[in-house]
């Protein structure tokens, strides 16, 4: 489907504010009425400004996923189990912690690699992300290349 400048302007504008809620972009592109996602990622493969502000709304996306996860850890999410024993049986209303971790887990993986620079385990402390060409060394053995008797170096107890 070919859409005007308005028509893309106004889905891309939707797409970017869902995703600065943390919806992931499957899910909207997969939405009635929003374009396809090969579409979409070609907006964002032509336009320059418009890849700089996809980039800045999945960095707000990271905020609220962050935001998300604190929620879901402070949220008690009881679920109703049915326990069937000898002595009859009853209902019983508990936490899910279980089910809080795997959410929690799940959003927290999403955002090591949607956002590693913030989010991610590896800190970086010398390159800044760049990347640092180094040779490979492979097979290689370090020997002293010293003299066993080098005439700067004086041996405890000798004489000159």
Request: glycine share 4%.
């Amino acid at each position: 489907m070919s859409y005007t400048p308005a028509q893309k302007e106004m889905l891309f504008r939707k797409v970017l504010r869902r995703i600065e809620d943390g919806t992931p972009v499957r899910q909207i592109l997969g939405t009635p009425g929003m374009p396809t996602r090969r579409k979409f990622y070609d907006w964002i493969e032509e336009d320059e400004e418009m890849r700089e502000r996809y980039a800045r709304a999945k960095d707000i996306a990271a905020e609220a996923i962050f935001d998300e996860m604190v929620e879901i850890a402070r949220t008690v999410m009881v679920d109703t189990v049915e326990e069937i024993g000898t002595f009859g049986d009853k209902t019983i209303k508990k936490d899910n912690v279980q089910r809080s971790k795997l959410l929690i887990d799940t959003l927290k993986w999403r955002l090591m690699k949607e956002a590693p620079k913030r989010f991610g385990d590896k800190i970086d402390v010398t390159s800044d992300n760049a990347s640092i060409n180094m040779p490979a060394i492979i097979g290689m053995s370090i020997k002293n290349t010293k003299p066993a008797n080098d005439s700067d170096e004086q041996t405890p107890g000798a004489e000159d």
